[in-house]
């Protein structure tokens, strides 16, 4: 199997975690330097925020697009060292079925919290 | 300069621990220590070679060309990957020196490494010239056109002997036998970097599954111990850039031209004397 696509994506997910997950350390705990230029986000991590967050289409795709950002790094991160251990072709294939249906089941399992509040 | 009790200007012996075993025989490997005369100027390989004569003739390890070219006496030498034959025993600074066969290699037989798993590697990246004109490759009518710059882009790569001391010192190929290791991936990059080359789709293809060129953590320690200075660990950032670079859709280069045919006839070098002819032979 070709790698390469692989690690363009794993390069394209550390540019969006860099940016996103910045943003969101930002605005989690640097409200005060935020509301010094104007953008007062409130209490950020207070209940009502959080639940106003979830339930906003902007701020569930922003953390969609991160859970999938971090997710891919991570699990591919974790095929590597996998990988390292020189098992077979076929069973490198078991092992990446096995992290794709894992990823995509905690992707499902995280998204649909915001989701469904 | 630790020259271990004894002093330089005078030293007139040299104690070798030399890492012995037969598969056939041994268990495991265990060190058996030689004593032998010292004379200035000497290297490891003398002092295994004057072993065989005189000592032990049952010692085994590589050894042809003794000039640093044919790369067979390669092995670890006061735990640095080395070749015998162009070790000094005055460069190391030590008078008992210790020394085994290259690790990350199943054993032959004492200091003798079974290399066929990186030659088996090597052969698999295709490290040979391949263009669209197979006709030109197969009849040669002239040679490849190459500027000092094209040649400069790949040259130290070239200078391989296939000695396996960066594999030896390699901490990926010590932990993951099927990586392809720094040996065949600066190979691979030798080939792609070369402008008379233009099917380096072919090699890539062999180089990008996960046990290829993503497998290097860019530890160095290749670099660092190539007898010939060569930097595989450059020719794989290089090899990574290449293949990212076909990922993103760049096309193979137009391969050198074939140079014009020599035009006038040159007067021919004459044939030195000492020369036997076919004449002679009859
Ligand atoms: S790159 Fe250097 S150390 Fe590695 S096989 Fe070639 S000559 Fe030996
Ligand atoms: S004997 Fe050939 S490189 Fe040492």
Redesign the interface.
Known sequence: ?????L??WQLIAAAVIFFLVGTHLIIMHLGDILSFFGADMGEPTAWSSVMERASSAWWTVFYGIVLAAVLYHGFLGLR?VI????LS?AA?RVINRALIVVGIGIFAFALYIPIST | MSNNGENQGSVSKLTLKVQRYNPDRDKAPYMQEFTLPFRKGMTVLDGLLYIRENIDSSLAFRASCRMGICGACAMLINNLPRLACHTPVEEIGEFTLEIKPLPNFAIVKDLVPDTSSMFEKHASVKPYLMRDDQEEMEHPTAEFVQSPDELESYLQFAYCIKCGACVAACP?SA?????LGPQALTQAYRYCGDSRDNKSGERI?AV?????V??CHFAGACSQVCPKGVDPALAIQLLRRK??A???GGKERTPSPVAAPPTGSKEKIPVPEFTVTQDDRS
Request: aromatic letters at 16%; glycine letters at 10%; zero cysteines.
């Open positions: 199997m070709r790698e390469v696509p690690r363009l590597n990988s390292e251990l020189s072709p490198m | 990926t932990t993951g036998k099927l990586y293809s990008d599954p996960y046990y290829g993503w497998g293949v990212f076909q990922s993103l």
